[in-house]
C-alpha cells in the first residue's frame, strides 16, 4: 500500500468548496511554495483550500544517488531519459489518492486544481491527464511530459477538455523551453485546451506570473 503524502495544508477563513494541489520541485518540498498564497492576492472571501504535498525521500542519479525529496529519479540529463516512469506513475498514485482525500472531504473532482513546478509539473501534468474524473485545471510550470515525444498513455476523456495552462522561462537553465512547447505542441494536435505563455526568467517562479496565475485559478474555480 502507498503511504499518503505528508503536506502543508492552507484553508480559507470559511469552509473550503474548491482546492489547489501544488507539486514542489526536485530537492524542494511543501515548504518551498506554500508561503505562495498570500502573494497570490485571493479575495479575502475566497474558499480554496490549497494542499502543498512533500515529495519521498529517495536518491537521485543525476545528483551522484544524493538522497532528497524527489517525485522520481531523474536518470539523466536526456530529456528522453530523465523521468523515471515507474516513479512517474508511483507518484502518480499518491496524488490521486491525495485528490480522492479531498473528494471525500466534500470537495468535488471538477472543483480542483493540479498545479505543479518543474517536476511536480510534470506529475500534475501527467496525472491530470490521465485521472478518470473531470477536474477544474491543471497548471503545469518549468516542466515537459515524461515521454517528451508523446502524450501519456491511458488518457482519460473526462479531462479532454479541462483548462490546462504552461507557463516556461525563456532563459530556463534546467529544463529547456523547447521541452515545455513540445508537450504544449502535442496537447493542442490532441485537441486539449493548453495555453502556453513563456516569461523572461530562468528555471523560477516571478511575481508577473504568480498574478497570472492568480487569475487564472479564480477563473477556473468561479
Known amino acids: 500500500m502507498t503511504a499518503a503524502l505528508e503536506k502543508i495544508i492552507i484553508n480559507p477563513s470559511s469552509d473550503a468548496t474548491s482546492c489547489v494541489i501544488w507539486l514542489h520541485g526536485l530537492g524542494d518540498s511543501g515548504a518551498g511554495f506554500s508561503p505562495v498564497v498570500p502573494v497570490l492576492n485571493l479575495p479575502k472571501d475566497h474558499q480554496i483550500r490549497f494542499i502543498f504535498p512533500h515529495a519521498p525521500e529517495q536518491a537521485v542519479t543525476i545528483n ?32 490521486h489518492a491525495l485528490i480522492q482525500e479531498q473528494i471525500d472531504s466534500g470537495i468535488p473532482a471538477d472543483k480542483i486544481v493540479l498545479a ?39 488518457l482519460s476523456s473526462e479531462n479532454q477538455k479541462t483548462p490546462i495552462l504552461q507557463h516556461h522561462g525563456e532563459q530556463d537553465e534546467v ?27 530562468p528555471h523560477s517562479v516571478i511575481a508577473e506570473q504568480l498574478a497570472d496565475i492568480s487569475a487564472w485559478i479564480q477563473s477556473v474555480l468561479k
Not at 524527489?70 to 530529456?79: A, Q, T, V
Not at 529547456?176 to 505563455?197: C, Q, R, V
Open 64 to 95: 551522484q544517488g544524493a538522497v532528497m525529496r524527489s517525485w522520481y529519479d531523474i536518470k539523466s540529463m536526456d530529456l528522453h531519459n530523465r523521468a523515471d516512469l515507474n516513479g512517474v506513475m508511483a507518484s502518480e498514485k499518491r496524488l
Open 116 to 154: 505543479g513546478f518543474s517536476q511536480g509539473g510534470v506529475i500534475s501534468l501527467f496525472s491530470g491527464l490521465r485521472y478518470p474524473q473531470k477536474l477544474a485545471g491543471i497548471l503545469a510550470m518549468s516542466c515537459y511530459l515524461p515521454n517528451p515525444d508523446a502524450l501519456p498513455t491511458d
Open 175 to 201: 529544463v529547456p523551453i523547447s521541452a515545455g512547447k513540445m508537450a504544449n505542441s502535442l496537447l493542442i494536435d490532441a485537441g486539449y485546451a493548453a495555453k502556453w505563455t513563456s516569461y523572461t526568467m
